[in-house]
């Protein structure tokens, strides 16, 4: 049911807030092979740069699969689409040029291992590229955040946890954070507990 909620007005509604252009910023100067995960019905692909050769994209929900292949049709270079869970990804060791998770780390079951399989398929000296809403900074909100992720939330929006700390989850991953902004998204008078946001960069030590 969430996935077309999604599908259908959560991702249309994102789209008018104006997440096309941190897509963009998320997927700028991207070169060679790419693996995206929980690349969704593949709202990033018209973003990715002709300097990618190639991109996996990896998605569990078959809704969401099936319209990321209609997408791959007319995405400006190569995008395979396969079934696959973030914690289990079907790909090779250090294989790829860069991974790319975008709007994913909040939902996947483990995020520890999530990253654990993203640090393993990247090359040393890859990048991990991430826009991803987490924990706030304010005390007042991250209670708001505990008790909606302890009871509704992860049920009412597709197993999402809005305050996870995926920065601090990333570096204890192994990669070394190399850029970060926090921003607000969408930034509205009062905020959701899931506006708070990271864009930015990691590498995989070489």
Do not use: K
């Not at 593949?42 to 990896?58: C, E, K, M, R, W």
């Not at 909040?106 to 809403?133: I, K, M």
Request: with cysteine.
């Amino acid at each position: 049911m969430f996935a077309r909620f999604y599908a259908r007005v959560a991702g249309p509604s994102l789209e008018r807030a104006g997440v096309g252009e941190y897509r963009r910023r998320l997927l700028a100067g991207l070169s060679g092979q790419v693996i995206e995960v929980g690349a969704g019905n593949g709202l990033n692909f018209p973003h990715y740069p002709s300097t990618v050769t190639d991109v996996l994209a990896v998605e569990p929900e078959p809704t969401l699969r099936g319209l990321a292949e209609q997408a791959a049709r007319s995405a400006p270079v190569p995008v395979r689409v396969r079934a696959g869970a973030a914690e289990r990804l079907p790909a090779d060791d250090e294989l790829f040029d860069a991974a790319v998770a975008c709007l994913t780390l909040c939902s996947v079951a483990d995020q520890s291992a999530a990253l654990a399989e993203l640090y393993r398929v990247v090359r040393p000296g890859g990048q991990l590229r991430f826009f991803e809403h987490v924990r706030a900074d304010s005390p007042g909100m991250r209670a708001v955040q505990r008790l909606l992720d302890a009871t509704v939330w992860p049920v009412l929006v597709g197993g999402c946890h809005t305050g996870r700390d995926t920065g601090a989850a990333i570096s204890r991953a192994g990669f070394t954070v190399t850029e970060v902004h926090r921003l607000r998204f969408p930034d509205i008078a009062v905020p959701s507990p899931a506006s708070a946001h990271i864009l930015g960069t990691a590498i995989r030590p070489a």
